[in-house]
Every structure is written in C-alpha cells, then in structure tokens.
C-alpha cells in the first residue's frame, strides 16, 4: 500500500467507490447522501399506559379498555380499569344461556 491510500499499479483514478475526501469536492456521480433526521421514520414504541415503560413483544399486554399496560399494570385492579367486567359476564352468560320455555302440559 502507498503513502496516498492506494495500492500498486491502480492510480487513483481506477477506483470504483469515492472516497471522504472525494465527496467533499462537490461531485456526487452516483453518491448516495444518507437521509436526515427529519427524512427518517422512527417507528414508535408502544408504553405501559400507567408506568410509561417500554414495551417488548415479550411484556406486552392489551386491556378490553383498549390500552396497553407491561407485566406489572396488566391486572384491572393495578391500572383502574375503565371495563365493565361484570356487565359483559351478565351480557356472555345470557347469549349463552337463551331461556327455554317448555310448552304447557295439557291436564288429564
């Protein structure tokens, strides 16, 4: 390797890619400019809704209040759930539950 960076019988010329140095003159043939900041989509982390604590596949919990809560918050009672737990039990059991009505015995 020389003193300038390059190597034995390639003049500097013959290389493929630009070099720092080379972006700095203003020629961008074919040099792709990394996006800025603002370019950038960040993807945003889900939270514990309580806690504020960042959430993994591995600890995340959604509630039937529609929030998402991590291991600690996941119960009703730790959060202050705004479900109605016992509303939709009484609403389930009589969907599942229909009344049946015999037909009237005829009397003898």
Same mark, same amino acid.
């Given at each position: 390797?020389? *003193?300038?960076?390059?190597?034995? !019988? $390639?003049? $500097?010329?013959?290389?493929?890619?630009?070099?720092?140095?080379?972006?700095?003159? !203003?020629?961008?043939? !074919?040099? @792709?400019? *990394?996006?800025?900041?603002?370019?950038?989509?960040?993807?945003?982390?889900?939270?514990?809704?309580?806690?504020?604590?960042?959430?993994?596949?591995?600890? @995340?919990?959604?509630?039937?209040? !529609?929030?998402?809560?991590?291991?600690?918050?996941?119960?009703?009672?730790?959060?202050?759930?705004?479900?109605?737990?016992?509303?939709?039990?009484?609403?389930?059991?009589? *969907?599942?539950?229909?009344?049946?009505?015999?037909?009237?015995?005829?009397?003898?």
């Amino acid at each position: 390797m020389k *003193e300038d960076g390059s190597y034995p !019988g $390639k003049s $500097k010329s013959d290389k493929k890619w630009p070099d720092k140095e080379d972006s700095d003159t !203003g020629d961008s043939s !074919g040099a @792709e400019e *990394e996006p800025t900041s603002s370019e950038t989509t960040t993807e945003k982390r889900k939270r514990c809704a309580t806690c504020r604590k960042k959430l993994t596949v591995v600890n @995340e919990y959604e509630c039937r209040c !529609g929030k998402w809560f991590c291991g600690t918050h996941r119960n009703p009672e730790a959060h202050t759930c705004t479900f109605d737990y016992k509303e939709e039990g009484k609403r389930r059991l009589t *969907e599942q539950n229909p009344l049946i009505i015999a037909p009237k015995l005829t009397k003898i």
